[in-house]
């Protein structure tokens, strides 16, 4: 039955999207395509905190700088009909959702982005809502690994990992000129020498391994190309993960070939069976009592919903995602669905909740966007049935790991296959283009290792350079007054 009957027919049917992940995206592309600019009675918004599209399977080579950052965005309106006067993205943070009234709160800041002069909210009414707000990092609960870690979840963070690791080569570099010939005659370094050449990864699942892969490349090519007097063999790259093997989302036997490949070729120290207990800014500390010392550590280890999924007044499942049914909408909520990551849907081959990935997303989107097609028709919704197609990664300089259809393949094809799979992903021509023009760049130059400080790192230098102005000021102060106090003194003795 169309849950729509009773609505007012000259009025349109408003469908909102919430997100601008893969899922959500796709949700949109499919209603749009469906409606093809034409039918006036279906009004289609998306609303993301983003205004684009992340490529996040190639975020661990912008960090490495293989890929320039804006060739695996693409903007959330490129998506969008352009149909004349009517706006269909709005750019702001989802701030509540009431299921009752088929209401959804919008903050968004009007001023500077980072320093906004104040906030406005704004409602936007309902008929179906679709929910992909997907996740961010879980540090359960863990305040010091909050503070201290380096996170490789949105473009930000590989940009400021970026700039992290080459000024940790830079400051370790100086610190070679500085170690004294006495030193290097006793075959050792200085303990800070061994503690900026020391980098972890903490997790051992796809984000992991692609993390330390590319950073073991980027480090050891930035040293063999620019910093010659820096030892290769004083790097250490060590990756903590919980468990007893890596990659349990391919296949047992390709996560050991992972492993042995990371270990042998790369030179990377695992610590399996082992959890981080605390971190400060120069040490870890695991969960037998061994400590790591180190500047560099960067989280892999998890993701879980934000708060306001976690708040919604729906059914979650233990980790707080929001359950649904195989059509995909909420149970006892008829005309709202949860996609993606902030989604726990179950598999029914395996029986368990499909996983965050890409290939689910995207699936996932496109069955919602049907499901609302049909709904508004009269007709039945359909129900998840989609198997896993397969799962690759990629552990080093030309080897990867993949199992597609049930064949598994290794090294170099596999990396192959993974880069092709992804680069017919990408969701523009012009974006095709442009990375595939990164790669063969890569092919024939080195890493690049300019530092391009963002607005929130250029600030807190401002801000440094304004405390020692203003210490220097009250220096000059003091220093006038001690000046003041001693001519007084004089001009007694003399009377």
Not at 322 to 327: G, R, S, Y
Request: charged share 25%; with cysteine.
């Amino acid at each position: 039955m169309n849950s729509n009957n009773d609505k007012n027919t000259n009025s349109p049917t408003t469908i909102v999207i919430l997100g601008s992940g893969f899922a959500a995206i796709e949700a949109l592309k499919k209603l749009q395509k469906h409606y093809n600019n034409i039918n006036d009675n279906i009004d289609i918004k998306i609303i993301s905190k983003d205004n684009f599209l992340l490529f996040t399977p190639m975020l661990p080579e912008v960090f490495s700088g293989m890929i320039e950052p804006r060739h695996i965005v693409t903007p959330v309106r490129s998506f969008c009909n352009k149909r004349v006067g009517e706006e269909q993205f709005f750019h702001g943070n989802v701030q509540d959702i009431n299921f009752e009234k088929k209401i959804v709160t919008v903050k968004y800041a009007i001023g500077r982005y980072y320093q906004p002069i104040s906030y406005e909210q704004k409602e936007f009414k309902f008929d179906y809502l679709v929910i992909a707000l997907g996740n961010e990092t879980n540090f359960f609960g863990n305040r010091t690994i909050e503070k201290n870690c380096f996170t490789m979840k949105t473009i930000n963070d590989a940009f400021v990992l970026r700039n992290h690791i080459i000024n940790i080569l830079e400051q370790a570099s100086t610190e070679y000129y500085s170690t004294n010939v006495a030193d290097a005659a006793d075959n050792g370094r200085s303990d800070l020498i061994k503690q900026l050449l020391t980098f972890v990864v903490v997790g051992g699942g796809f984000s992991g391994i692609e993390t330390v892969g590319e950073l073991s490349h980027f480090v050891n090519d930035s040293i063999k190309s620019y910093y010659k007097n820096i030892n290769p063999n004083d790097v250490k790259i060590v990756l903590v993960n919980a468990g007893d093997s890596i990659l349990t989302e391919v296949d047992e036997d390709l996560g050991e070939y992972a492993k042995n490949v990371l270990e042998k070729k790369e030179g990377i120290e695992f610590k399996m069976n082992r959890m981080a207990k605390s971190v400060t800014r120069n040490k870890l500390e695991l969960d037998n009592s061994e400590y790591i010392s180190t500047y560099t550590i960067i989280w892999t280890a998890g993701v879980t919903p934000d708060e306001l999924i976690k708040k919604l007044d729906c059914e979650h499942d233990k980790k707080g995602n929001i359950k649904t049914k195989d059509t995909l909408e909420l149970p006892n909520l008829s005309d709202i669905y949860a996609i993606g990551d902030c989604a726990s849907t179950i598999n029914p081959c395996s029986g368990k909740p499909y996983p965050p990935t890409a290939q689910h997303a995207i699936k996932q989107g496109q069955l919602a966007a049907q499901n609302i097609i049909n709904n508004i028709e009269g007709k039945k919704p359909k129900r998840i049935r989609y198997k896993t197609r397969g799962t690759m990664a990629t552990i080093g300089k030309r080897v990867g790991v993949a199992k597609i259809f049930g064949f598994k393949f290794k090294g170099l094809i596999a990396w192959m296959l993974w880069r092709s799979f992804y680069l017919s992903k990408l969701p523009m021509l012009k974006k095709k283009l442009r990375v595939l023009g990164d790669w063969s760049t890569e092919l024939v130059f080195h890493s690049d290792i300019s530092m391009i400080k963002g607005y929130v790192e250029e600030s807190h230098d401002k801000d440094i350079k304004e405390k020692k102005k203003n210490n220097n000021n009250n220096d000059n102060i003091v220093n006038d007054n001690k000046r003041k106090i001693e001519y007084d003194k004089s001009e007694i003795k003399t009377s």
